[in-house]
């Protein structure tokens, strides 16, 4: 393993950790700091389509600019926004902050790092290791996600107990979050050469002049229809992001942050078991099998979770969904950058990334309305279960026939 290979994964570990770390407690600390459901809501959804806006730029000119230079750009919104969250409570403020700067509200990967760091393990790694390598990739980030989740949700257990208060104990745990973004930045600068855009080989004049502004060309429209339906599977994914799940644990059961944290600790070790998985499944039946048709079931279990009548059963459905829920995701990582050239890999990858960050951030205003009725409660968790099931069968019937290097061999 080269030394830019081990930077990228001890990034990916760390941001993740942090992005577990504020997940469980986001939507408690703004409900804490006076927010209503539909504020909080909505922030999350400012929160994600910021991170449009910001990520797009940061990956279109990346390649032009430096990979490493965007990822220390990065880290430092990362770190920004958070001590914006400590410092104050205005609402507007913190709009703002959550819109430039860079906060996870899910708990999976935000902001212009994955596309970046997809693009460069992509070029030092052979093709046959490619899917293998992204579930590896993922199944640290789970992991992290999950230790993120157990230490926040317990930690703010014991601030409260040594005399805190309920909003210090949480501005702690976002303190935690600034540090990581400070770490991951001092880690990027240590980036060689290597990890940045190769040099382009010489391509035919008709190749440059189809060339967009967004650095695409053969795989313009592959990369457009992918992109539309990432947008549909993030949109559905939206109503069910790991903040608002806490948060409808803790109106719908009462779980408190110690509880909350448990759960999303086992919910995400599974995550990334399942995402590790995935690599021995592709390889036997392809990537875009493997996506579907562990996606599907995983979706019909999330219908499930709100039809519960207690905590126990509820948590049981919701991690043998989470047992399967993630295979589609190096899988769909690994199919993305197989299937165009490589010279447009940063920009696919950072196209799609944002179709999904776009699609992720219309749905959280819309749960922040429905979580204040107490009939419309549970109607994300269908919402989100059942455009995903359209999602799937619509990427089988459209990429089921298109087949990346390894699979046609």
């Known amino acids: 393993m080269s030394t830019d290979f081990k930077i990228l994964f001890s990034t990916r570990i760390i941001r993740l950790f942090a992005y577990g770390f504020l997940s469980v407690v986001l939507a408690l600390y703004l409900s804490a700091i006076g927010l209503n459901t539909f504020e909080i809501g909505l922030l999350l959804s400012l929160t994600l389509l910021g991170d449009v806006v910001v990520s797009m730029w940061i990956t279109i000119v990346a390649d032009r600019i430096g990979r490493k230079r965007m990822l220390i750009l990065g880290s430092l919104l990362m770190a920004g926004a958070g001590l914006v969250f400590i410092l104050t409570s205005n609402p507007i403020i913190l709009t703002l902050a959550a819109i430039i700067g860079i906060i996870s509200p899910s708990g999976n990967e935000i902001g212009p790092f994955l596309s970046i760091e997809q693009a460069s393990l992509t070029q030092i790694i052979p093709n046959e290791k490619r899917t293998w390598i992204f579930s590896w990739y993922n199944l640290a980030g789970s992991f992290a996600t999950a230790s993120g989740a157990l230490c926040s949700g317990w930690l703010v257990l014991i601030f409260k107990k040594l005399g805190f208060g309920e909003v210090n104990s949480f501005r702690l745990v976002l303190l935690g979050y600034v540090v990581a973004g400070i770490v991951i930045m ?224």
């Open 186 to 409: 001092l880690l990027f600068r240590k980036l060689s050469p290597n990890s940045e855009t190769p040099k382009r080989e010489h391509v035919a004049t008709d190749s440059e002049v189809l060339r967009s502004k967004f650095g695409l060309h053969r795989s313009k429209n592959i990369v457009l229809k992918l992109s539309a339906l990432f947008a549909l599977d993030a949109f559905a994914g939206g109503f069910v992001i790991q903040s608002l799940i806490a948060y409808w644990f803790h109106i719908r059961f009462g779980a408190d942050t110690g509880a909350l944290g448990t759960i999303f600790f086992g919910a995400n070790l599974l995550a990334g078991v399942s995402a590790l998985m995935a690599g021995r499944i592709a390889k036997w039946i392809g990537l875009i099998n493997t996506m579907v048709f562990t996606h599907i079931p995983s979706n019909i279990l999330l219908m499930l979770v709100p039809l519960m009548p207690n905590l126990t059963l509820a948590v049981t459905l919701l991690l043998l969904r989470f047992s399967i829920s993630q295979m589609d995701v190096p899988t769909r990582q690994s199919f993305t950058m197989a299937v165009v050239a490589p010279d447009e890999r940063t920009a696919a990858s950072g196209i799609t990334n944002t179709a999904r960050s776009i699609g992720a951030s219309l749905s959280p205003v819309l749960v922040g309305l429905f979580m204040s009725s107490t009939v419309l409660l549970s109607l994300p968790f269908f919402l989100s279960g059942g455009l995903k099931i359209v999602y799937d069968l619509a990427l089988f019937r459209m990429f089921r026939h298109i087949k990346p290097p390894e699979e046609q061999k």
